[in-house]
Each structure stands twice: as structure tokens, then as C-alpha cells.
């Protein structure tokens, strides 16, 4: 909020309507409440951050990890009638909460001092906690809409992400399961 209100005249030519910034934050909201998908980014998370290969991370080595996500069109129609003709359908439209990027950061002194309280806040010697900022990337990339929360990292969590077990994907043609291609 500090930094729009700085930069408000720069932020206000290049961010969408507030509507759509309180929209994001919904759907961080409604994605951090669905047990599977918040587990699924926790072993994301836990992969990318290397709590797997350093046991000390997240206990007395303080991480954050950044979650660019973007509203995006639920219909693939409406999808590819804002791409090609980048222009706005005029109405509006279902959306969903896509994930584009996690990213790890080195935190600030300000963001250890968070980290440092929701580390005491999450029994001390239990689970790994890490800050998880969640970037609307729909805005500007330093000037998004943004949601800080802490994560903790359950033993079972961990586990999982060590399987490193593939996604697999069903193909609609031949009902065959295959993990993904990844470029």
C-alpha cells in the first residue's frame, strides 16, 4: 500500500481496476483455504527452495519464496479473444488463479523480522516456516498487487516432495496416463 501511494501517479497508469485487485486477493484466499491445492504448492515450494537437500532451511535459516500468479480468462475462448486482439471483451468474465512462477528471494531486514516472528508463532522445533509472497503479475512486475503469508512445512509435505513422484496426465483421446513434457 505505501509504495502505490508513493508511486501513485506512475501505478495508477499502469494497474487495473481496483475491482480486479480485491478479485486477486479473493483468489489467493480461496486457493490457500483448498487443502490439495495448498499442498500441492507446498511441495512446489518445499522443491524450489531446497528444503529437501538443506534440513536447516526453515528453522535457522530464514527463506521466501515469491508466487507470481495471474487472473486468467476460465474459457479458453475468451482466453484467446484478449490475446489476439488484446483488447478488453467489454463484460465480465469467470477467472481463475493461475501460478506462473515461484521464486526464492534472500529477505530484507524487515521480512527477517516477520519471518523471525512467524517462525516463534509456529512451535520452534516442529515444522519449517517461510514467508510466501503472492505477486498479481497482471499489474506491473514491481508494482502488482501483492499478499505476504507464512507457510509451514509439515513432515508429511516434506516427505512427499522427497518422492518427487511426476504429475502424471491422462490424455483425453486414449484414456492413457503419461508424465507431462516439460520443456
Known amino acids: 500500500m505505501q509504495c502505490q501511494r508513493k508511486d501513485w501517479p ?6 487495473h481496476d481496483v475491482e480486479r485487485s480485491s478479485g486477486a486477493l479473493k483468489f489467493i484466499r480461496m486457493f490457500t483455504l483448498n487443502p490439495i491445492l495448498l499442498g500441492l504448492l507446498k511441495i512446489g515450494i518445499a522443491v524450489d527452495c531446497g528444503l529437501i537437500e538443506n534440513p536447516r532451511i526453515g528453522f535457522d535459516v530464514p527463506f521466501g519464496v515469491r508466487v507470481d500468479i495471474a487472473i486468467e ?3 479458453i475462448l475468451d482466453f484467446v479473444e484478449l490475446y489476439l486482439n488484446n483488447k478488453s471483451l467489454g463484460e465480465k468474465l469467470q477467472g481463475m488463479l493461475q501460478v506462473n512462477a515461484m521464486t526464492p528471494y534472500e529477505l530484507t531486514p524487515e521480512r527477517l523480522n516477520m519471518w523471525r516472528k512467524a517462525r516463534a508463532r509456529h512451535d520452534f522445533a516442529k515444522d519449517p516456516v517461510g514467508l510466501v509472497d503472492f505477486i498479481d503479475v497482471n499489474c506491473t512486475d514491481d508494482l502488482g498487487h501483492s499478499a505476504t503469508t507464512e507457510f509451514s512445512f ?5 516427505d512427499i516432495a522427497k518422492e518427487r513422484e511426476p504429475f502424471l496426465c491422462v490424455s483425453a483421446v486414449t484414456h492413457q496416463e503419461k508424465p507431462p513434457v516439460l520443456t
Open 154 to 158: 509439515p513432515r508429511i509435505v516434506l
Open 73 to 75: 480468462p476460465s474459457n
Open 10 to 15: 506512475t501505478h495508477k497508469s499502469r494497474c
